[in-house]
């Protein structure tokens, strides 16, 4: 709207129509409003939300605005906070006055402030009727409450710790159905890698206490029942060969795998070339190349595909996220995915029905622990890293059998702390478990657990008694502790001297054959060799739509994956080592290697050939017992001692 020059009226939208105002009857209206500020000056405050509201009432007028003063600038960050929370702006009594400079000599110089036109100044008198005051106030409240209306009920907020803001209810329901959706395909489980920080995370290491993260799992009233029992008790070597067979059976029943059109599109192209490729990209902090590589990755990897592909899902999202410097947000959220103890259950029989590596390696310890403490009446073993101590209801049960009479058992287990305000709960409920194992088949028993770091626990605390056999018993976690690539004295070096000074019978330990590497890119490239063997053998082996190996794959492996690929420094709490640096090391902790019983060798060769697949391979070198997958060392074994000083 242009007003013409003869007309001297004052624009005003007033109930939905065009008004005019006389400047006659404005000047006086604004003469009225300055002498009540003047009375009132320290009453008043800015209210530049208004000010707004009248630039748009006004908006067909061309006028400069002068720049907003100190006070008027915080008034504007201000306000709007106070107005999200429902209280009211307090006034400030020394507020300047937001001025709106007019270039025509028929409009005096106006601003807006507490709801009420004020003039920046004038020299007439009131002679007009206040009523047209009120209706440019009334107008001015009416933009005031349309404005209001897109704001959120503060009653109906509900606090989003994840993205550390306030939701309305609908919202919050919404985000947390987007969560659960999320978490049911892969890229949930390992972590969206470009998502908000949530201060949610930030406090979960204060609630920890600690630096290295125990995965969360979620507890349940049932300790053992059928399930368990059928899983975890020895029920002879036809029941195991039955359940192998079956399982053969249904991936050879499977449609042609190589059928699908995205795995034949996947032969023409190298998936671990173009890891490796944006690997190096990632390393050299080359972010155009290597999100160009991540879209390739992304067509063609996928958590339903062969075993490549899905390695490929689990690797690109660890570099995407590295790239993205989410990589501890990341890992954090995916350790923190509770997951319940039975869910485990079906994961680990199918690794043991697939495949004999873990079923010999728990054979092995216990075999091992049976024929040293033949004769002993009280038997103490220290877990490190029992996790969820799947390894003893077999031993309970073998020690029931035993001719020279049952002995007393001991274990002591001992893990890092879970998150949040129950760091024990897991290993408290695992000695429920074992406990009435050792109650169903007569075996004295008693339990006792550590959540702590393994580095500070001291002798007094694992209450050793002169009269047991001590047996120390870590399989697969002394990973996770740190090593040496800290300064002085390393927490590892610091566990395996308490082993030392304690002084077992035998130390049992069982690792992960990989060599840890401070370079991302050599690093890389071994994590993609060693799990590719164990993605292709379950890919061979097991059913793709099996649920064991969708949790094993997805939840289980993806963790070490991620966090070896996609963190640094205190954050990388995996940092596995080969056989051969475990033996170095451990030798020059004081520990002198025994030499291993053949009968028990013997024992885990027959294991592997009673109707497994002939890829699988046990071998005795150095002193270790080698198991692997078509020629790859996957885990190894031995039995130590300290050395008499």
Aim: proline share 5%.
């Amino acid at each position: 709207m242009v007003l013409p020059e003869e007309n001297n009226a004052f624009p005003v939208k007033l109930d939905g129509a065009n008004t005019f105002i006389d400047s006659t009857d404005h000047t006086n209206i604004s003469h009225s409003i300055h002498e009540k500020y003047q009375n009132n000056q320290n009453e008043f405050m800015l209210y530049p939300t208004l000010d707004y509201i009248n630039r748009i009432l006004l908006e067909d007028i061309d006028e400069p605005f002068s720049e907003y003063q100190d006070v008027a600038a915080l008034s504007d960050i201000e306000k709007p906070l106070y107005d999200i929370v429902g209280q009211k702006y307090p006034p400030s009594p020394n507020s300047q006055l937001v001025v709106r400079q007019s270039k025509s000599n028929h409009y005096s110089n106006i601003c807006i402030l507490n709801k009420q036109i004020i003039p920046k100044s004038t020299n007439t008198s009131l002679t007009q009727d206040s009523r047209n005051e009120s209706l440019l106030a009334k107008e001015l409240q009416r933009g005031v409450e349309e404005g209001q209306k897109f704001l959120p009920d503060i009653n109906n907020l509900t606090i989003d710790l994840q993205v550390s803001r306030l939701l309305p209810d609908t919202e919050h329901k919404k985000k947390i159905s987007e969560i659960e959706l999320e978490e049911e395909n892969v890229h949930g489980l390992v972590g969206k890698p470009k998502t908000r920080k949530s201060s949610s995370d930030e406090n979960l290491n204060i609630l920890e206490g600690r630096n290295s993260k125990m995965p969360m799992f979620s507890t349940e009233e049932i300790t053992r029942d059928e399930m368990y029992d059928k899983v975890l008790l020895y029920h002879g070597e036809e029941s195991v060969k039955e359940e192998i067979s079956r399982l053969q059976e249904i991936r050879k029943c499977q449609v042609n795998p190589h059928c699908n059109q995205k795995e034949n599109l996947e032969e023409n192209i190298d998936l671990e070339s173009l890891l490796v490729q944006c690997s190096e990209a990632v390393a050299l902090g080359n972010c155009k190349v290597a999100e160009e590589i991540i879209k390739v990755l992304r067509k063609h990897a996928s958590p339903v595909g062969s075993g490549t592909q899905r390695l490929a899902c689990i690797l690109t999202d660890g570099l995407e996220a590295r790239l993205a410097g989410t990589g501890s947000e990341s890992y954090r959220r995916l350790v923190n995915r509770q997951i319940s103890t039975r869910e485990v259950l079906k994961a680990y029989h199918m690794n043991i029905t697939a495949s004999p590596l873990l079923r010999i390696s728990y054979c092995f310890a216990n075999d091992y622990i049976c024929k040293v403490a033949e004769d002993a009446s009280r038997i103490h073993i220290i877990d490190f890293g029992i996790t969820f101590g799947f390894q003893w209801p077999p031993l309970i049960q073998a020690l029931a059998k035993r001719r020279g009479g049952v002995p007393k058992l001991r274990i002591t287990g001992i893990d890092l702390p879970q998150p949040g305000f129950r760091p024990a709960e897991r290993l408290n409920q695992i000695g429920v478990r074992l406990e009435e194992y050792a109650k169903s088949f007569e075996v004295p028993f008693e339990y006792q657990c550590i959540a702590s770091l393994w580095e500070s626990i001291c002798i007094k605390d694992l209450k050793i008694d002169d009269d047991e056999v001590l047996i120390v018993n870590s399989m697969f976690r002394f990973m996770q502790v740190r090593d040496g690539t800290f300064p002085t004295d390393s927490p590892r070096n610091q566990v395996l001297k308490l082993i030392k000074q304690i002084k077992p019978k035998g130390f049992i330990i069982g690792i992960l054959n990989v060599s840890y590497s401070p370079f991302f890119t050599t690093r890389f490239k071994k994590v993609l060799s060693l799990y590719s063997m164990l993605f292709d053998m379950f890919d061979t082996l097991v059913p793709r739509d099996d649920e064991g190996r969708q949790l094993m794959e997805r939840v289980l492996l993806a963790r070490p994956i991620f966090n070896l690929v996609a963190c640094e420094g205190q954050d990388q709490v995996e940092r596995p080592e080969t056989y051969k640096q475990w033996h170095k090391r451990i030798s020059q902790a004081g520990f002198k290697l025994l030499s291993m019983d053949q009968d028990i060798v013997k024992a885990c060769n027959a294991k592997v050939k009673s109707g497994y697949h002939e890829g699988f391979f046990v071998q005795e070198e150095s002193g270790w017992l080698l198991q692997g997958w078509k020629g790859r060392i996957n885990y190894g074994l031995s039995v130590w001692e300290p050395k008499l000083e």
